[in-house]
T-cell receptor, first 114, second 115 residues
Framework: SQTIHQWPATLVQPVGSPLSLECTVE??????LYWYRQAAGRGLQLLFYSVGIGQISSEVPQNLSASRPQDRQFILSSKKLLLSDSGFYLC?????????????FGSGTRLTVV | GENVEQHPSTLSVQEGDSAVIKCTYSDSASNYFPWYKQELGKRPQLIIDIRSNVGEKKDQRIAVTLNKTAKHFSLHITETQPEDSAVYFCAATTGITGTASKLTFGTGTRLQVTL
């Protein structure tokens, strides 16, 4: 069966520090991968998505970047965190090449920038 | 791009009553409409979905209806239980086989089921 792992679960970082969040998927090949952010009490905002190794699409201009160095690995990064980067970051995957468009989300990383 | 609006933002019902959450979407090409349940501090989990070629889908106490003409879809929960208390998100996408399905989410409805 397919599983998605996301870490760390929680993170407290000072303003101006770098960030690296990692997400990996097991049990499937060629997944579509996504990063979403959820601000406190708000909805889910799509940040990046990827349909393959090295292929990254950005949905909103921001202080973050994403990379996909391996088929089942998706990384969210920042060189210098801002207070506004605080939130709940969710990685998700969907099956490519089918009409199954639904997502499975990872357990999330709660980031607090202080 | 797609825009999804969701109402109400909060909903309180008594145990055993029904709950209805409504969403509207803007892109007439959208063809896939999932609903997610998110418990406090947890990940969103898919509870039911519907495709544009279907008007209604039911799974035990949960049902979803879709009106393509009006571009709105609704979640219906019957015989609510305390464990139904959570935040519910609707979403929409224009799913195309072979590409990423970029889900646009509503802003969420906090459902509270009281005893």
């Amino acid at each position: 069966s397919q599983t998605i792992h996301q870490w760390p679960a929680t993170l407290v970082q000072p303003v101006g520090s770098p960030l690296s969040l990692e997400c990996t998927v097991e049990g499937t090949s060629n997944p579509n991968l996504y990063w979403y952010r959820q601000a406190a009490g708000r909805g889910l905002q799509l940040l990046f998505y990827s349909v393959g190794i090295g292929q990254i699409s950005s949905e909103v201009p921001q202080n973050l970047s994403a990379s996909r160095p391996q088929d089942r690995q998706f990384i969210l990064s920042s060189k210098k965190l801002l207070l506004s980067d605080s939130g709940f970051y969710l990685c998700a995957w969907s099956v490519r090449g089918t009409t199954n468009y639904g997502y499975t989300f990872g357990s999330g990383t709660r980031l607090t920038v202080v | 791009g797609e825009n999804v609006e969701q109402h109400p933002s909060t909903l309180s019902v008594q145990e055993g009553d029904s709950a209805v959450i409504k969403c509207t979407y803007s892109d007439s090409a959208s063809n896939y409409f999932p609903w997610y349940k998110q418990e406090l501090g947890k990940r969103p989990q898919l509870i039911i979905d519907i495709r544009s070629n279907v008007g209604e889908k039911k799974d035990q106490r949960i049902a979803v209806t879709l009106n393509k003409t009006a571009k709105h879809f609704s979640l219906h929960i019957t015989e609510t239980q305390p464990e139904d208390s959570a935040v519910y998100f609707c979403a929409a996408t224009t799913g195309i086989t072979g590409t990423a399905s970029k889900l646009t989410f509503g802003t969420g409805t906090r459902l509270q089921v009281t005893l």
